[in-house]
Protein backbone atom coordinates (compact mmCIF):
# COMPACT_ATOMS: atom_id res chain seq x y z
CA UNK A 1 0.00 0.00 0.00
CA UNK A 2 1.16 3.56 -0.76
CA UNK A 3 2.34 6.18 1.55
CA UNK A 4 -0.11 8.78 2.94
CA UNK A 5 0.31 12.13 0.86
CA UNK A 6 1.48 15.32 2.21
CA UNK A 7 2.89 18.30 1.00
CA UNK A 8 6.57 18.74 0.78
CA UNK A 9 6.58 21.94 1.87
CA UNK A 10 4.73 24.66 3.49
CA UNK A 11 5.55 28.44 5.03
CA UNK A 12 4.18 30.85 7.30
CA UNK A 13 5.15 34.12 8.87
CA UNK A 14 4.93 34.30 12.54
CA UNK A 15 1.77 34.51 14.37
CA UNK A 16 -0.09 33.26 10.97
CA UNK A 17 -1.92 29.59 10.94
CA UNK A 18 -1.02 27.23 8.50
CA UNK A 19 -2.93 24.04 7.57
CA UNK A 20 -1.11 20.59 6.15
CA UNK A 21 -2.99 18.00 4.74
CA UNK A 22 -2.53 13.88 4.56
CA UNK A 23 -4.43 12.00 1.81
CA UNK A 24 -5.13 8.89 2.09
CA UNK A 25 -7.96 6.28 1.25
CA UNK A 26 -10.65 4.95 2.31
CA UNK A 27 -9.22 1.87 3.67
CA UNK A 28 -6.43 3.95 5.87
CA UNK A 29 -7.58 7.74 6.75
CA UNK A 30 -10.98 7.12 5.76
CA UNK A 31 -12.13 3.85 7.73
CA UNK A 32 -10.04 4.40 11.34
CA UNK A 33 -9.83 7.38 13.44
CA UNK A 34 -6.48 6.69 14.41
CA UNK A 35 -4.42 9.05 12.41
CA UNK A 36 -1.76 10.74 14.30
CA UNK A 37 0.76 13.72 13.24
CA UNK A 38 4.65 13.77 14.46
CA UNK A 39 6.98 17.08 14.45
CA UNK A 40 10.63 16.34 14.15
CA UNK A 41 12.94 18.68 14.05
CA UNK A 42 16.52 17.90 12.89
CA UNK A 43 18.76 15.29 14.36
CA UNK A 44 15.76 14.54 16.85
CA UNK A 45 13.31 11.96 17.11
CA UNK A 46 9.63 12.68 16.32
CA UNK A 47 7.19 13.84 18.68
CA UNK A 48 3.29 12.71 19.01
CA UNK A 49 1.57 16.23 18.61
CA UNK A 50 -1.99 14.24 17.50
CA UNK A 51 -3.55 11.36 17.97
CA UNK A 52 -6.92 9.65 17.26
CA UNK A 53 -7.72 12.44 14.22
CA UNK A 54 -7.98 15.11 16.44
CA UNK A 55 -6.87 14.56 20.59
CA UNK A 56 -3.29 16.36 21.86
CA UNK A 57 -1.18 14.39 24.00
CA UNK A 58 -0.61 16.01 27.71
CA UNK A 59 1.80 18.86 27.49
CA UNK A 60 0.90 19.49 23.30
CA UNK A 61 0.10 23.57 22.35
CA UNK A 62 -3.29 24.04 21.80
CA UNK A 63 -2.14 25.74 18.60
CA UNK A 64 -1.66 22.44 17.65
CA UNK A 65 -4.84 20.95 16.15
CA UNK A 66 -6.42 17.98 14.30
CA UNK A 67 -9.08 17.05 11.64
CA UNK A 68 -10.04 14.94 8.98
CA UNK A 69 -12.89 14.74 6.12
CA UNK A 70 -13.29 12.15 4.86
CA UNK A 71 -10.34 10.20 3.26
CA UNK A 72 -7.94 13.72 4.28
CA UNK A 73 -6.66 14.38 7.43
CA UNK A 74 -5.35 18.01 8.06
CA UNK A 75 -3.15 19.77 11.37
CA UNK A 76 -3.46 22.88 11.66
CA UNK A 77 -0.97 25.08 13.25
CA UNK A 78 -2.23 28.57 14.59
CA UNK A 79 -0.20 31.54 15.84
CA UNK A 80 2.93 30.40 14.40
CA UNK A 81 6.22 30.45 16.37
CA UNK A 82 9.95 30.52 14.88
CA UNK A 83 10.13 26.72 17.17
CA UNK A 84 7.18 25.29 15.01
CA UNK A 85 9.98 25.26 12.06
CA UNK A 86 10.15 21.35 11.45
CA UNK A 87 9.32 18.50 9.72
CA UNK A 88 5.46 17.00 9.83
CA UNK A 89 4.57 13.88 9.46
CA UNK A 90 0.74 12.29 9.25
CA UNK A 91 0.86 8.56 9.93
CA UNK A 92 -2.33 6.19 9.57
CA UNK A 93 -3.65 2.66 10.48
CA UNK A 94 -4.08 1.09 7.28
CA UNK A 95 -5.71 -2.56 8.73
CA UNK A 96 -4.34 -5.64 9.24
CA UNK A 97 -2.73 -6.41 6.76
CA UNK A 98 -0.40 -3.40 6.07
CA UNK A 99 -0.46 -2.21 9.66
CA UNK A 100 0.82 1.99 9.73
CA UNK A 101 1.51 4.06 7.18
CA UNK A 102 3.54 7.32 7.19
CA UNK A 103 2.86 10.42 5.06
CA UNK A 104 5.99 11.65 3.35
CA UNK A 105 6.34 14.25 5.23
CA UNK A 106 6.04 18.33 4.96
CA UNK A 107 8.95 20.72 6.16
CA UNK A 108 7.29 23.67 7.61
CA UNK A 109 9.13 26.99 7.06
CA UNK A 110 8.47 30.05 9.16
CA UNK A 111 9.36 33.32 7.10
CA UNK B 1 8.04 8.79 32.97
CA UNK B 2 8.83 6.00 30.36
CA UNK B 3 11.82 6.34 28.70
CA UNK B 4 13.27 3.93 25.62
CA UNK B 5 17.23 3.84 25.60
CA UNK B 6 18.08 1.87 22.07
CA UNK B 7 21.75 0.59 21.28
CA UNK B 8 23.30 -1.90 18.94
CA UNK B 9 25.40 -2.12 16.10
CA UNK B 10 26.23 0.73 14.01
CA UNK B 11 27.98 -0.35 10.69
CA UNK B 12 27.41 -3.26 9.09
CA UNK B 13 28.43 -5.18 5.70
CA UNK B 14 26.32 -5.93 2.66
CA UNK B 15 24.69 -9.28 3.85
CA UNK B 16 25.24 -9.48 7.24
CA UNK B 17 22.09 -9.21 9.83
CA UNK B 18 21.08 -5.89 11.96
CA UNK B 19 20.34 -6.28 15.71
CA UNK B 20 19.15 -3.69 17.80
CA UNK B 21 17.91 -3.50 21.09
CA UNK B 22 15.20 -1.41 22.95
CA UNK B 23 15.33 -1.05 27.10
CA UNK B 24 12.13 0.39 28.38
CA UNK B 25 12.59 2.56 31.73
CA UNK B 26 9.63 3.16 33.80
CA UNK B 27 6.02 2.43 33.66
CA UNK B 28 4.41 -0.24 32.57
CA UNK B 29 5.93 -2.72 29.92
CA UNK B 30 2.25 -4.62 29.58
CA UNK B 31 -0.48 -3.39 28.10
CA UNK B 32 1.36 -1.95 25.04
CA UNK B 33 2.73 -2.72 21.65
CA UNK B 34 6.03 -1.54 21.14
CA UNK B 35 7.37 -0.84 17.54
CA UNK B 36 10.46 0.21 15.10
CA UNK B 37 10.30 2.83 13.10
CA UNK B 38 13.62 3.68 10.22
CA UNK B 39 14.05 6.97 8.63
CA UNK B 40 16.69 6.85 5.64
CA UNK B 41 19.36 9.89 5.56
CA UNK B 42 17.25 12.62 4.08
CA UNK B 43 13.62 11.16 3.44
CA UNK B 44 10.22 10.40 5.67
CA UNK B 45 10.05 7.34 8.27
CA UNK B 46 9.13 3.91 7.48
CA UNK B 47 6.98 1.77 10.11
CA UNK B 48 8.91 -1.75 10.40
CA UNK B 49 6.87 -3.92 12.97
CA UNK B 50 5.63 -4.16 16.42
CA UNK B 51 5.32 -6.97 18.80
CA UNK B 52 3.11 -6.69 22.81
CA UNK B 53 4.14 -8.71 25.64
CA UNK B 54 2.84 -11.32 24.60
CA UNK B 55 5.42 -11.99 21.65
CA UNK B 56 2.32 -11.19 18.99
CA UNK B 57 3.86 -9.29 16.06
CA UNK B 58 3.04 -7.62 13.22
CA UNK B 59 5.33 -6.74 10.15
CA UNK B 60 5.18 -4.62 7.17
CA UNK B 61 4.44 -6.86 4.47
CA UNK B 62 7.39 -4.99 2.60
CA UNK B 63 9.91 -5.69 5.31
CA UNK B 64 8.29 -9.18 6.42
CA UNK B 65 10.49 -11.73 4.88
CA UNK B 66 13.99 -9.94 6.27
CA UNK B 67 12.27 -9.12 9.88
CA UNK B 68 11.75 -10.48 13.76
CA UNK B 69 11.34 -8.72 16.10
CA UNK B 70 11.31 -10.23 19.30
CA UNK B 71 10.67 -9.63 23.33
CA UNK B 72 11.78 -10.45 26.81
CA UNK B 73 9.23 -8.75 29.82
CA UNK B 74 12.15 -10.06 32.14
CA UNK B 75 14.54 -7.80 31.43
CA UNK B 76 11.98 -5.12 29.69
CA UNK B 77 13.21 -4.91 26.47
CA UNK B 78 12.51 -5.84 22.95
CA UNK B 79 14.61 -6.51 20.05
CA UNK B 80 14.60 -6.22 16.34
CA UNK B 81 16.40 -8.50 13.81
CA UNK B 82 16.97 -7.59 9.78
CA UNK B 83 18.74 -10.01 7.86
CA UNK B 84 20.55 -9.37 4.54
CA UNK B 85 20.45 -5.83 4.54
CA UNK B 86 22.33 -3.68 1.72
CA UNK B 87 22.68 0.42 1.19
CA UNK B 88 19.27 0.82 1.29
CA UNK B 89 18.46 -0.45 4.94
CA UNK B 90 21.40 2.34 5.94
CA UNK B 91 18.78 4.74 8.25
CA UNK B 92 17.89 5.88 11.44
CA UNK B 93 16.18 3.41 13.53
CA UNK B 94 13.27 4.35 15.90
CA UNK B 95 11.86 1.92 18.43
CA UNK B 96 8.75 3.79 20.02
CA UNK B 97 6.00 2.98 22.46
CA UNK B 98 2.18 2.56 20.81
CA UNK B 99 -0.04 4.07 23.09
CA UNK B 100 -2.46 6.79 23.63
CA UNK B 101 -5.63 7.15 25.53
CA UNK B 102 -5.09 4.27 28.39
CA UNK B 103 -5.38 1.16 27.48
CA UNK B 104 -4.96 1.74 23.38
CA UNK B 105 -2.88 1.28 21.15
CA UNK B 106 -3.12 4.32 18.96
CA UNK B 107 0.04 6.35 18.04
CA UNK B 108 3.71 6.01 18.71
CA UNK B 109 3.86 8.40 22.12
CA UNK B 110 6.91 7.83 23.10
CA UNK B 111 10.24 7.17 21.01
CA UNK B 112 13.64 6.01 21.60
CA UNK B 113 17.27 8.40 20.24
CA UNK B 114 17.21 6.81 17.69
CA UNK B 115 20.02 4.49 16.13
CA UNK B 116 22.36 5.46 12.95
CA UNK B 117 22.74 1.88 11.23
CA UNK B 118 25.27 2.36 8.17
CA UNK B 119 25.42 -0.82 5.59
CA UNK B 120 28.66 -0.41 3.40
CA UNK B 121 31.33 -2.89 2.18
Known amino acids: QSALTQPASVSGSPGQSITISCTGTSSDVGLYNLVSWYQQHPGKAPKLMIY???KRPSGVSDRFSGSKSGNTASLTISGLQPEDEADYYCCSYAGTATFWLFGGGTTLTVL | QVQLQQWGAGLLKPSETLSLTCDVYGGSFSYFYWTWVRQPPGKGLEWIGEINQSGSTNYNPSLKSRVTISVDTSKRHFSLNLTSVTAADTAVYYC???????????????WGQGTMVTVSS
Open chain 2, 96 to 110: ARVGGDPGQSDAFDI
Open chain 1, 52 to 54: DDF
